[in-house]
């Protein structure tokens, strides 16, 4: 009932700035662009029917055509797009485009790819078809071909001929440069493409797909808070925030609260999708299938994000199922390494920490430049309690991507920091890392109180774990959360990762120590 009567407002809004728009013929494109900022936020809208001349209507049915693809309505947003692409008016290039962009998320991928290619060759200098033309030929397997077209792009920015006061632009350079890992340039322009033009919430959101990668000025909640100001319906936003928070403290009620209205506007979004990974954590087979029921006839592209939903499905419940999705997902596009990487994600959430290792090593071998997945086959490793190799697998990352703040971190951490200021000493079943200040007096009282509890479990589970179990105190706040996720922003006061165990050591506060590690 609530979201009805939302609905109803934002489309007596709506009606009220287009029947000015059109009625109006004098200032009719400042208030379509009223409209535009209008439907940007609130995504949700209905659009009317326009009775004003027909450059007028032909931009209303492509914002309608948005208003479709925003909250799932991709058959009719196919249709809306369709009929302006086959017109001969000034927006028909443009229709064109978006109708790509819809067929890609139906799985249309040969006929998306066929006439982007076409407008490619009829319209070289238009950096958007390039940039689309570019991702489709990555999906399909030609990943010289993408990039030998976001070159351009790139090629167009350093001979200056990129209006920077445009923020469409902007944002196709900063797409771009992100197709290109060329990752500071990408959230440069995101910035720059958000400042330029406020309700560019698209911007905004995008720009977080980076926030890993360098360094932002505020945290992505501060981000995407500023976006739902903007737009408090934003499905993209309400997604990624789920992330963000499913990444820092898994808080499964506010991940659910921003899937939900995620859901609400869209429901086949397909970074929403990822909350299929929490009824798949929990075992909830069920549920996991009937959330992604809402998309399953519509396959996304195989570089999307909604693309290996099934297949992590199939991972955890039947070998024989996953293999024959793998087999089919490379059928479809031989170069797409994000499957393994999708998949060693689920594994690295059951702690199969080996599993998710061999798995993103199949990622490099599908994609020498994978750097992400090196970075990950590093922090595996180090999860495992196997330094040297993890260590080793952080420098190739880095070497190749200069970008990701984990890694950077990560590295710093194992190279400076834990050389110089701590020290492993060892049990009978533990090895532990204490900062070398601390170590005289903590395992005095540790030592003893660990080999207890270790004895006592042993025997009420009739279960005795691989020794010895690594234990690392860490003195410092930020290096216990580099030392663990990577980022100095961690809120648990241990966290265990199987054979290794991280812990804030008691010079941290207040901390009830034996309650943490017994």
Known sequence: MHRKLALARVAAALVVALTVALIVAPVAHADLTTGRDKLIAETKAPWPSCPGGRADRAEARLLLARAQLETGDYPAAESSALALAQAKDAVAPRARLF????????????????????LVKERPD?????????????????????????????????????????PDEVYILAETARHMAQFQLANDSYREAAKLRPQFTEASVAGLSCSSRSTPPTSPEQTLEEVFKVNPNHADGHAMMAAVILEKSYDLSAVRHHLEAAFAVNPRQLRGLRCASIEIDQNQWQRARHRGAGGRDQPAPAGGPGFARHHRLAAR????????????????????????????????????????VELQKEAVKLDPTA?????????????????????????????????????????????RTIPKDYTFQTTRSFKIRYQNDERAVLSRYLEPTMEKAFSSMVARYGFT??????????????????????????????????????????????????????
């Not at 958007?128 to 790139?154: M, N, P, V, Y």
């Open 465 to 518: 774990p691989k020794t010895p179990v690594v234990l690392e105190l860490y003195a410092d706040r930020e290096d216990y959360a580099i030392r663990t996720v990577g980022l100095p922003d961690l809120g648990a006061l241990g966290v265990c990762l199987g054979q290794v165990i991280t812990a804030m050591s008691p010079a941290n506060g207040d901390i009830n120590q034996h309650g943490a590690l017994a």
């Open 317 to 356: 419940r039947s070998r024989w199922r996953y293999e024959a999705d793998r087999k089919r997902v490379l059928q479809r596009n031989p170069t797409y390494a994000e499957f393994y990487r999708i998949v060693a994600r689920s594994a690295v959430r059951e702690h199969r920490y080996l599993a998710a």
């Open 99 to 118: 109708l790509a962009q819809v067929r890609r998320v139906l799985g249309k991928q040969a006929e998306a790819s066929r006439d982007l290619e076409a």
């Open 126 to 166: 238009d950096r958007a078809a390039r940039l689309w033309a570019a991702l489709l030929r990555k999906e399909q397997g030609d990943r010289k071909g993408a990039e030998a077209l976001w070159q351009l792009t790139i090629d167009d920015f350093d001979a200056r001929k990129i209006d920077f006061d445009d």
């Open 371 to 415: 750097y992400a997945a090196m970075a990950e086959i590093g922090m595996g490793y180090l999860r495992l309690g196997i330094e040297a190799e993890g260590v080793d697998w952080l420098k190739k990352a880095w070497a190749g991507d200069k970008y990701n703040v984990r890694t950077f971190n990560t590295k710093n951490l194992f190279r």
